[in-house]
């Protein structure tokens, strides 16, 4: 596991800021934060490069064309767990992958444009890997919320 960044108050007041709106200037955020915009630079490449947090454009997967929008809580054979993440992961349906702890071990969202890609995908791709038991499928029919702005842990 990758050691764990350090924050301080700034590194965490710049993430809440961030976290609401991705597309401040430099110059904006160190008005905003009192300090120096090679300051708010600085912590920028550290954060990023740290893999704290990434800066992305997060769309809507059903108002961008998306029919299916999905989860899939998966049972594997945990002496397998390698093998099956690393076939996960080369399925570009899949957008999400965690680990879990709990009755299921893996799980996963997807984004898929049709039930033919969503039958593809369960049938043809997920089910056929070796170590995988079992999968239970839900399908979102509504995003109800969808935030990314819960601060940090810190301050």
Known sequence: MKKKTKLDELDCRLTKILQKDGRKSNTALAKELGVTESTVRSRLKRLLSDGVFRIVAVGNPIKLGFEIVGNLKIKINIKKKDEVL??????????????????????????????????????????????????????????????????????
């Open 86 to 155: 690393a076939e996960l992961k080369k399925i570009d349906a899949l957008h999400y992958i965690a680990l879990t702890a709990g009755s299921m071990d893996v799980d996963v969202d997807f984004i898929v444009k049709s039930l033919d890609e969503l039958h593809q995908l369960l049938f043809e791709k997920v089910n056929k890997i070796e170590g995988i038991i079992s999968t239970e499928t839900s399908l979102i029919t509504e995003i109800v919320k969808d935030s990314d702005d819960w601060g940090t842990a810190w301050y």
